[in-house]
């Protein structure tokens, strides 16, 4: 666990609760080194590590009415980390099984035509999802992934904080995953998730 918060962290959830930035500001700055480490050294991936302490934040936000109530407000910090390193490991192994169907298939496959259709029409299905994010989340989603652009580039270009980038970006992608894992079906999604 980190050195003592300057803060009450109790006090900082109930103002994060109420949706107070500075809060949430706060306990960013407080937690975001130590969950670094403790994702990089279970991934060994700074990349993988990085993009698991903006999922703790953005489910932090998003969870922030539950978290004020929390009776141990650190333990309830940590185990949105602990879920996050966890998805990500089970988000491995099924994209390890889904590549692998996926191999199976096009090795089935003497259809030329088949595959590229499929390909085709995963990148409309993608394309028409993007379409529907919020416009900020969907620039920087474009520039990001589909231009890669980096975040610092981003930001410069939009006038916006390489902060703001980040989090547009991660619900955006978080916004992707759900909604196509819902809506199409399995071998689709899987071509899909491969590209996100």
């Known amino acids: 666990m980190p ?3 300057p803060y009450d962290i109790a006090i900082l959830l109930e103002q994060l609760s109420l949706d107070n930035e500075e ?3 706060r306990i960013f700055d407080h937690y975001k080194a130590p969950f670094y480490e403790t994702a990089l050294k279970m991934t060994h991936a700074a990349g993988i590590a990085e993009e698991i302490v903006q999922e703790v934040f953005v489910m932090l936000w998003m969870k922030r009415k539950l978290a004020a109530r929390a009776k141990n407000p650190e333990g309830y910090i940590f185990t ?3 879920n ?3 998805a990500h490991f089970r988000k491995l ?3 390890k099984r889904l590549r692998s169907a996926i191999g199976q298939i096009r090795e089935e496959s003497e259809n030329p035509i088949e595959i590229l259709l499929l390909e085709k029409e995963h990148a409309m299905i993608l394309e028409n999802v993007i379409s529907q994010l919020p416009p900020q989340q969907r620039i920087i989603y474009k520039l990001a992934k589909q231009e890669g652009v980096s975040r610092e580039e981003i930001a410069k270009r939009l006038n916006i904080s390489p902060n703001t980038v980040r989090n547009h970006l991660a619900a955006a992608v978080a916004y992707l995953r759900a909604y196509l894992k ?4 399995a071998i689709i999604w899987a071509l899909i998730w491969m590209n996100l």
């Open 23 to 25: 809060a949430f500001r």
């Open 182 to 185: 819902k809506e199409t079906s």
């Open 84 to 86: 996050c390193i966890y």
């Open 3 to 5: 050195g003592a918060l």
């Open 80 to 82: 949105i980390l602990h």
């Open 93 to 95: 192994a099924q994209e």
